[in-house]
């Protein structure tokens, strides 16, 4: 089996704190892998040590099935992941100019960039928006222009962190269709959500962080029958009794 990313035995220290203890995920070619848990679980910091932008104090993280040795191969395995977070960064300029940033860093003819930024921006639904200025769109404008940015650079690993998290339903459902295209052109994707439904529609296998340690993992239907009881603290945690869980598994099923 391929794998895109692999975290073995992963632990971030920050100002003296834990955050992430022993994390062994592995992320596989052509997978979209949910990441849930409670708020300040660590989900975040997870990802950051996916992007290879967090070095983690122990353990090691494999891209294509290897370690970064150096700062040059860090810097050129960053440059095939595409990621947003989930306070988008807008850059200067006009949206244009923020979906093109890591094309024109890649060098790119300027009609390549064209034609790239163009698909990016209509797959996100906001085409016309080229001349605007990135800087007073919206949050959800923005997290879209993030979305465009990331998906213009074909990554061969997309992070979503908590991508649907300000948007209204409609756009919301608009990204979540989106996510579920680039899978079907096989994207490799990681996606952190605190919205269960959300989770159980869009990921192959699911992964429950908890103080920064993995509870469980899987896929969704061995996630309902867990007989773990952090699995169900978490579910309690979320205000939800299994038997919501299971409703939302079925109704997440039937409406996708
Ligand atoms: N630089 C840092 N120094 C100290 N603590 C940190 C640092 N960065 C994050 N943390 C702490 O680590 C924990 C995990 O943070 P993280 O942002 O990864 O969680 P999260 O699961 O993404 O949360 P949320 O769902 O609320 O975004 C939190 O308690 C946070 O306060």
Redesign the pocket.
Same mark, same amino acid.
């Given at each position: 089996m391929v794998r895109t990313i692999q975290l073995e035995g992963v632990s971030i220290e920050?100002?003296?704190?834990q $955050?992430?203890t022993d994390i062994n995920i592995e992320v596989r070619t052509g997978e979209t892998l949910g990441i849930i848990?409670?708020?300040?679980?660590?989900?975040?910091?997870?990802?950051?040590v996916m992007d290879l932008i967090d070095l983690p104090s122990k353990g090691r993280v494999l891209f294509k099935g290897e370690a970064p040795k150096n700062e040059g191969e860090r810097l050129a395995a960053r440059r095939r992941i595409g990621v947003v977070f989930?306070r988008p960064v807008m850059l200067r300029g006009t949206v244009y100019d923020n979906v093109a940033y890591g094309l024109r860093i890649r060098r790119l003819s300027k009609d390549e960039i064209d034609e790239r930024v163009e698909a990016a921006l209509s797959d996100v639904g906001l085409k016309g928006y080229e001349r605007r200025p990135a800087k007073v769109l919206s949050g959800g404008e923005m997290q879209r222009v993030a979305l465009a940015r990331a998906l213009a650079i074909s990554p061969e690993l997309l992070l979503l962190?908590?991508p649907t998290a300000n948007l209204d339903p409609r756009t919301s459902y608009v990204i979540e269709e989106l996510i579920s295209r680039a899978k079907m052109r096989g994207m490799t994707t990681v996606v952190?959500t605190?919205d269960l439904p959300q989770a159980v529609r869009l990921a192959d296998r699911i992964v429950i $962080?908890m103080d920064?340690r993995v509870v469980s993992s899987g896929s969704a239907d061995l996630l309902l029958n867990s007989d773990s009881d952090d699995v169900r603290a978490f579910l309690h945690a979320g205000m939800l009794r299994p038997v919501d869980w299971r409703f939302i598994h079925e109704f997440a099923r039937v409406s996708h």
């Amino acid at each position: 089996m391929v794998r895109t990313i692999q975290l073995e035995g992963v632990s971030i220290e920050k100002n003296g704190r834990q $955050i992430l203890t022993d994390i062994n995920i592995e992320v596989r070619t052509g997978e979209t892998l949910g990441i849930i848990g409670p708020t300040g679980a660590g989900k975040t910091t997870l990802l950051r040590v996916m992007d290879l932008i967090d070095l983690p104090s122990k353990g090691r993280v494999l891209f294509k099935g290897e370690a970064p040795k150096n700062e040059g191969e860090r810097l050129a395995a960053r440059r095939r992941i595409g990621v947003v977070f989930q306070r988008p960064v807008m850059l200067r300029g006009t949206v244009y100019d923020n979906v093109a940033y890591g094309l024109r860093i890649r060098r790119l003819s300027k009609d390549e960039i064209d034609e790239r930024v163009e698909a990016a921006l209509s797959d996100v639904g906001l085409k016309g928006y080229e001349r605007r200025p990135a800087k007073v769109l919206s949050g959800g404008e923005m997290q879209r222009v993030a979305l465009a940015r990331a998906l213009a650079i074909s990554p061969e690993l997309l992070l979503l962190d908590e991508p649907t998290a300000n948007l209204d339903p409609r756009t919301s459902y608009v990204i979540e269709e989106l996510i579920s295209r680039a899978k079907m052109r096989g994207m490799t994707t990681v996606v952190s959500t605190h919205d269960l439904p959300q989770a159980v529609r869009l990921a192959d296998r699911i992964v429950i $962080i908890m103080d920064g340690r993995v509870v469980s993992s899987g896929s969704a239907d061995l996630l309902l029958n867990s007989d773990s009881d952090d699995v169900r603290a978490f579910l309690h945690a979320g205000m939800l009794r299994p038997v919501d869980w299971r409703f939302i598994h079925e109704f997440a099923r039937v409406s996708h």
